[in-house]
T-cell receptor, first 118, second 116 residues
Framework: SAVISQKPSRDICQRGTSLTIQCQVDSQVTMMFWYRQQPGQSLTLIATANQGSEATYESGFVIDKFPISRPNLTFSTLTVSNMSPEDSSIYLC???????????????FGSGTRLTVV | AQTVTQSQPEMSVQEAETVTLSCTYDTSESDYYLFWYKQPPSRQMILVIRQEAYKQQNATENRFSVNFQKAAKSFSLKISDSQLGDAAMYFCAYRSYGGATNKLIFGTGTLLAVQP
């Protein structure tokens, strides 16, 4: 399965600033997913990033706040803009792995970025 | 819209014993995938087991097995011979089969403690 390198692993940021999180995959993937996990909560999908097209955002998430880039099939970034303490969360990227065939796929996750906004 | 419910926020088990984590889901679809993921304190999401809805046979992976009841929309995880390394947050997740969406829908998680 794919291996994802996610950076940074953690950061403490001042409110009003922005942070860009990077995910590098060791193989080409069509879709990459960005999730937010608020403290003690489950994972919520922010957006799906397809190479060569605009990211698709879930309800409650907007491009101005969470711009995403997907310049190629192995890399994506998520920016958390104009941060406030409410943005303090773990952010995870994920890719679908496995080839054709119903039983061959799953989802691999990066190790997450723990963001604290002060 | 599909939803996933995990009714046990926390569970505890003695080392070497068996524990069952519950998961129910709501969907109008007939074909889908179900997953159990483990998230230890390292934050890494680790796939524990996967079940395809069209398969009647319950999936097993070593000490991990599921009880998939499609009619009841239930997907519980059984961990046998529990080990200290099994302590983690466990998430149940749903994914539609086919269509334009590839996203996983997660439950709220169950925090499993393993007592020595």
């Amino acid at each position: 399965s794919a291996v994802i390198s996610q950076k940074p692993s953690r950061d403490i940021c001042q409110r009003g600033t922005s942070l860009t999180i990077q995910c590098q995959v060791d193989s080409q993937v069509t879709m990459m997913f960005w999730y937010r996990q608020q403290p003690g909560q489950s994972l919520t999908l922010i957006a799906t990033a397809n190479q060569g097209s605009e990211a698709t955002y879930e309800s409650g998430f907007v491009i101005d706040k969470f711009p995403i880039s997907r310049p190629n099939l192995t890399f994506s970034t998520l920016t958390v803009s104009n941060m406030s303490p409410e943005d303090s969360s773990i952010y995870l990227c994920s890719v679908r792995t496995g080839g054709a065939g119903r039983g061959n796929y799953g989802y691999t996750f990066g190790s997450g970025t723990r963001l604290t906004v002060v | 819209a599909q939803t996933v419910t995990q009714s046990q926020p926390e569970m505890s088990v003695q080392e070497a014993e068996t524990v069952t984590l519950s998961c129910t889901y709501d969907t109008s679809e007939s074909d889908y995938y179900l997953f159990w993921y483990k998230q230890p304190p390292s934050r890494q999401m680790i796939l524990v087991i996967r079940q395809e809805a069209y398969k009647q046979q319950n999936a097993t992976e070593n000490r991990f097995s599921v009880n998939f009841q499609k009619a009841a929309k239930s997907f519980s995880l059984k961990i046998s011979d529990s080990q200290l390394g099994d302590a983690a947050m466990y998430f149940c997740a749903y994914r539609s089969y086919g269509g334009a969406t590839n996203k996983l829908i997660f439950g709220t998680g169950t925090l499993l403690a393993v007592q020595p």
